[in-house]
């Protein structure tokens, strides 16, 4: 098992900056890649941006420029700083692991963005 822990969400203005955290534990050695997932009342959840356990990274085009998505190995943490807020991001972000030959199937509790105009 493996257990998510986010944290840093809030209210920002247009234009502001928030960064989200990650806190992994558990088995997380069985983790091949981690991720940042958001969904924003009535749509469905979306993929942000994810990192391997080797350092490739992948962004939403909608984020890409704006989002950077990180790891610190050493606290078993996963961040994602968001910059160039826009209304648009506002969402419950989630953070996600995933285990080779699997899907993300770890998730955390989700933290809110509001990002007002």
């Known amino acids: 098992q493996v257990q998510l822990v986010e944290s840093g969400g809030g209210l920002v203005q247009a234009g502001g900056s928030l960064r989200l955290s990650c806190a992994a534990s558990g088995s997380i050695f069985s983790i091949n890649a981690m991720g940042w997932y958001r969904q924003a009342p009535g749509k469905q959840r979306e993929l942000v941006a994810a990192?391997?356990?080797?350092?490739?990274?992948n962004y939403a085009y909608s984020v890409k420029g704006r989002f950077t998505i990180s790891r610190d190995s050493a606290k078993n943490t996963v961040y994602l700083q968001m910059n160039s807020l826009r209304p648009e991001d506002t969402a419950v972000y989630y953070c996600?692991?995933?285990?080779?030959?699997?899907?993300?199937?770890?998730w955390g509790q989700g933290t809110q963005v509001t990002v007002s105009s």
């Open positions: 990192i391997t356990s080797g350092g490739i990274t």
């Open positions: 996600a692991a995933r285990r080779p030959g699997h899907g993300y199937d770890y």
